[in-house]
């Protein structure tokens, strides 16, 4: 969430804005937007710098003007059949190499995770024209920085028929837990009920409010076994976003390390 560094929006140059959204709203919709980039291709922008570069800097343009449909039926009030690009969606961006770019990433497909990010409205003669500067940063800084949208663990369930349950009590047990978690075998003619996929619980303990099962199951976790779940913004792959954090508190353990050997021993 706070340190696995990603590429974002941090300086929107206005050249025209005659859009309802003011220039303060749409410069903070934008840095929002995902960009599909990988930040390891580089470096952090100098504190201090105005002007970017082909290392630290990715260059976005956003030029659109709306207009009428003069072939538009006259009795129609769909805006979409109207007007034309009355509406800025995030495919609308473009990105515009800056020095050698083109020659330093020659197949670089840079541009926003989803093409269907709503940004802004308009209506016929308004127009948005601006530049925008991607730099690299972290989520410590500003939340637009952070690669995922969830980062979340649990332990794993476990989950204990400590007797055996038959039939109309299988079903019913079956239908306290979440789907799969709970299977319902036919042995000798009969329905018993056996522990499936014991991942797939959530813990509801919908069990316990039925006197006749709640003595029949024994609900625990397994201190040692965690469930991570990672969901990315879509800017990297969840494997690699967990690669670069693991890296990332490898190196906080090694300063720590040196500077414990650098603090003499009294």
């Not at 690669?147 to 989950?159: G, K, M, N, W």
């Not at 239908?175 to 978690?181: A, D, E, I, N, T």
């Not at 409010?209 to 969901?231: C, D, M, Q, T, Y």
Request: negative net charge.
């Amino acid at each position: 969430l706070p340190e696995v560094p990603t590429m974002a929006v941090e300086k929107v140059f206005v050249y025209n804005n005659t859009s309802i959204v003011q220039d303060e709203i749409l410069a903070h919709r934008l840095g929002l937007i995902p960009i599909r980039a990988d930040p390891r291709l580089f470096e952090y922008r100098n504190q201090g710098d105005e002007e970017g570069t082909e290392i630290d800097t990715l260059q976005f343009q956003l030029k659109i003007k709306c207009s009428r449909n003069p072939q538009a039926a006259k009795e129609s009030s769909d805006p979409n059949e109207l007007y034309f690009n009355h509406k800025v969606y995030s495919k609308h961006m473009t990105w515009v190499p800056l020095g050698n770019q083109t020659d330093l990433f020659p197949d670089a497909d840079f541009r926003p995770v989803h093409d269907d990010i709503l940004i802004a409205l308009l209506r016929p003669g308004q127009e948005i024209d601006v530049l925008m500067h991607c730099v690299k940063g972290i989520g410590k800084d500003h939340a637009k920085f952070s690669p995922v949208a969830t980062a979340s663990y649990r332990l794993l369930p476990d989950i204990t028929l400590l007797e055996p349950v038959e039939d109309e009590a299988a079903e019913m047990l079956q239908k306290c837990f979440s789907p799969g978690v709970i299977e319902i075998q036919n042995i000798k003619g009969k329905k018993v009920a056996r522990v499936a996929n014991a991942r797939l619980d959530t813990f509801s303990r919908e069990v316990f409010r039925h006197e006749g099962l709640k003595n029949l199951v024994r609900l625990a976790r397994v201190r040692n076994h965690f469930i991570f779940s990672v969901e990315s913004t879509g800017i990297l792959p969840p494997d690699v976003l967990v690669s670069e954090a693991i890296k990332i508190l490898m190196g906080k353990c090694q300063r720590f390390l040196n500077e414990l050997d650098s603090v003499p021993m009294e």
